[in-house]
Nanobody
Framework: VQLQASGGGLVQPGGSLRLSCVGS????????MAWYRQAPGEQRESVAV???????NYADSVKGRFTISRDTAENTVSLQMNSLRPDDTAVYYC?????????????WGKGTLVTVSS
C-alpha cells in the first residue's frame, strides 16, 4: 500500500498551491481520505477530510481557503490551497483511513513541504 504526495513548494503569502496524492485503487474505493500537516515544533493536525461519498470537513483555520477533492477514476486526492498564509507552512501528509468496528486502519504517504514566505 503506497500513497504518493506531491505539489509542495515555496509560495508567497496570498498565493496558491495544489497538492496531489496518488494511491492504489483499493484504497481509494474503500477509504476516506485526508490531508494532515505538521508545522515545526507542533503536533500533526487534520486539515481536510473527504469521505468515500464525497462529503468534506475542514479545520477552521483553512475553511474558505482550502478545498479537498477526490477522483476515484484517477486514484487521486487533491488539496487546493488558496490565500496561503505563513502559518500554513508545514509538511503536508496524505492519509487514507477506514474504521472497522472499533479499529481505525491508517495509511500515510511521505510528506510534502509547503513553505509560505515572502
Amino acid at each position: 500500500v503506497q500513497l504518493q504526495a506531491s505539489g509542495g513548494g515555496l509560495v508567497q503569502p496570498g498565493g496558491s498551491l495544489r497538492l496531489s496524492c496518488v494511491g492504489s485503487g483499493s484504497i481509494f474505493k474503500a477509504f476516506d481520505m485526508a490531508w494532515y500537516r505538521q508545522a515545526p515544533g507542533e503536533q500533526r493536525e487534520s486539515v481536510a477530510v473527504i469521505s468515500t461519498s464525497g462529503s468534506t470537513n475542514y479545520a477552521d483555520s483553512v475553511k474558505g481557503r482550502f478545498t479537498i477533492s477526490r477522483d476515484t477514476a484517477e486514484n487521486t486526492v487533491s488539496l487546493q490551497m488558496n490565500s496561503l498564509r505563513p502559518d500554513d507552512t508545514a509538511v503536508y501528509y496524505c492519509n487514507a483511513h477506514l474504521q472497522v468496528f472499533e479499529k481505525v486502519i491508517n495509511y500515510w504517504g511521505k510528506g510534502t513541504l509547503v513553505t509560505v514566505s515572502s
